[in-house]
């Protein structure tokens, strides 16, 4: 079964410094992977995704995020963070072999932003 | 751009009543989920629904849960006799085709409080 790993349950940067989230998952091949931003109290907005192609992928807000087939990872970037990317962010996988396939989700990484 | 729309953002319902979350989907997509996220945890996998039938479900989706597609444009899911523990965030979601290369699009998301 697909699963997904955030380690890191909470992450501090300040204002302006870079960013970096990460993600791994397990799975038998590779999966379609996504990252999600979550305010409080608001659904889940797509920030990039990957299916194939160029292993590193640029999604809104100044996002980034760079798979890596060798370390089953797909960290999620960002140069110079703003306030108002204080979130939960979640990295979610499909099996690409399943119709209808669901997204699993990992635990979420809760981003503080200092001033 | 076109959104999930899901009502209402908040419901509150005595234990052991029964409950019908509300979605719109996007009007050209075909494939449907429902997920849920107990406050402060990741989100779950419940169901997913093409072509009139259930697709997928999880271990969650027990015989407490219906979902239908009642008309041409909304999608339900029913809890029959809600227990404190589905006390969760209920996230409605739709993708155009099955495939995961199809992003799943969210919507805000139902807040249901059990009492």
């Known amino acids: 079964a697909q699963s997904v790993t955030q380690p890191d349950i909470h992450i501090t940067v300040s204002e302006g410094a870079s960013l970096e989230l990460r993600c791994n998952y397990s799975y038998g091949a590779t999966p379609y992977l996504f990252w999600y931003v979550q305010s409080p109290g608001q659904g889940l907005q797509l920030l990039l995704k990957?299916?194939?192609?160029?292993?590193l992928v640029q999604g809104i807000k100044g996002f980034e995020a760079e798979f890596k087939r060798s370390q089953s990872s797909f960290n999620l970037r960002k140069p110079s963070v703003h306030w108002s990317d204080a979130a939960e962010y979640f990295c979610?996988?499909?099996?690409?072999?399943?119709?209808?396939?669901?997204?699993?989700f990992g635990d979420g990484t809760t981003l503080t932003v200092k001033p | 751009e076109p959104e999930v729309t899901q009502t209402p953002s908040h419901q509150v319902t005595q234990m052991g009543q029964e409950v019908i979350l509300r979605c719109v989907p996007i009007s050209n997509h075909l494939y449907f989920y429902w997920y849920r996220q107990i406050l402060g945890q990741k989100v779950e996998f419940l169901v997913s629904f093409y072509n009139n039938e259930i697709s997928e479900k999880s271990e969650i989706f027990d015989d407490q849960f219906s979902v239908e597609r009642p008309d041409g444009s909304n999608f339900t899911l029913k809890i029959r006799s809600t227990k404190l523990e589905d006390s969760a965030m209920y996230f409605c979601?739709?993708?155009?085709?099955?495939?995961?290369?199809?992003?799943?699009?969210f919507g805000d998301g139902t807040r249901l409080s059990i009492l």
């Open positions: 979610a996988v499909v099996n690409p072999s399943v119709n209808a396939g669901k997204s699993t």
């Open positions: 979601a739709s993708s155009r085709m099955g495939q995961g290369n199809q992003p799943q699009h």
């Open positions: 990957y299916f194939s192609g160029d292993t």
